[in-house]
């Protein structure tokens, strides 16, 4: 069963503008883990947060971490089109990753 | 270097055949994945194996088996394919299972006419 759903299913902007995803989840986790995925490509992980974590950065990424409302948010600044793909949250509950759907964003040059 | 590859890339076949998903990794991680991505992008896991012992298995069809030579690889064999099947395999490994990255092989296309 999936656990993380993001939200929104598809996004876009223009090139520049900040680009916010948001990912919720039902159970209790040790981890939350955001991907990328480029069209027809394996998934390539971009950061990882903690469950005693509530925020992290890494390049113009940035994630936040909310465990009393099971949520968490990936922030991309400054987008380029580039950037255009999709992203998935992923929990980890006791060992056992579960990936949402995705938000699929669109970066328009 | 391709750190985890999958062969083949496309999978065309027919119903009721019998077909094998290689993936090797040389990362020298002790974790190994297979995951199913279906039309609607949901990635849902389906083995990983450590140190080639299986440690998750979902509700996953028995036609599915997967097969792991060493740990460096973990093959997927599917047995009698359906049309439901059609969708793209992802294997992923990882140092070990638990709080670790994964890192994904380019996937691989099935379409079960």
């Known amino acids: 069963s999936q656990q993380g759903e993001e939200d929104p299913q598809a996004l876009s902007i223009q090139e520049g503008e900040n680009a916010t995803m948001n990912c919720s989840y039902k159970t209790s986790i040790n981890n939350l883990q955001w991907y990328r995925q480029n069209s027809g490509r394996g998934l390539v992980h971009l950061i990882l947060?903690?469950?005693?974590?509530r925020e992290k950065h890494s390049g113009r990424l940035r994630v936040t971490l909310d465990t009393s409302k099971k949520s968490s948010s990936l922030l991309i600044t400054a987008s380029r089109a580039a950037d255009t793909a999709s992203y998935f949250c992923?929990?980890?509950?006791?060992?056992?990753?579960?990936f949402g759907a995705g938000t699929r964003l669109t970066v328009k040059p | 270097d391709t750190a985890v590859s999958q062969t083949p890339k496309y999978l065309v076949t027919q119903m009721g055949n019998d077909k094998s998903i290689k993936c090797e990794q040389n990362?020298?991680?002790?974790?190994m994945y297979w995951y199913k991505q279906d039309s609607k992008k949901f990635l849902k896991i389906m083995f990983s194996?450590?140190?080639?012992?299986?440690?998750i298995n979902e509700t996953v069809p028995n036609r599915f088996s997967p097969k792991s030579p060493d740990k460096a690889h973990l093959n997927l064999h599917i047995n009698s394919l359906e049309l439901g099947d059609s969708a793209v395999y992802f294997c992923a490994s990882s140092p070990a299972s638990g709080v670790f990255e994964q890192f994904f092989g380019p996937g691989t296309r099935l379409t079960v006419l």
């Open positions: 992923a929990t980890d509950v006791n060992n056992d990753m579960r």
């Open positions: 194996y450590n140190n080639k012992e299986l440690i």
């Open positions: 990362l020298g991680h002790d974790t």
């Open positions: 947060i903690r469950s005693n974590e």
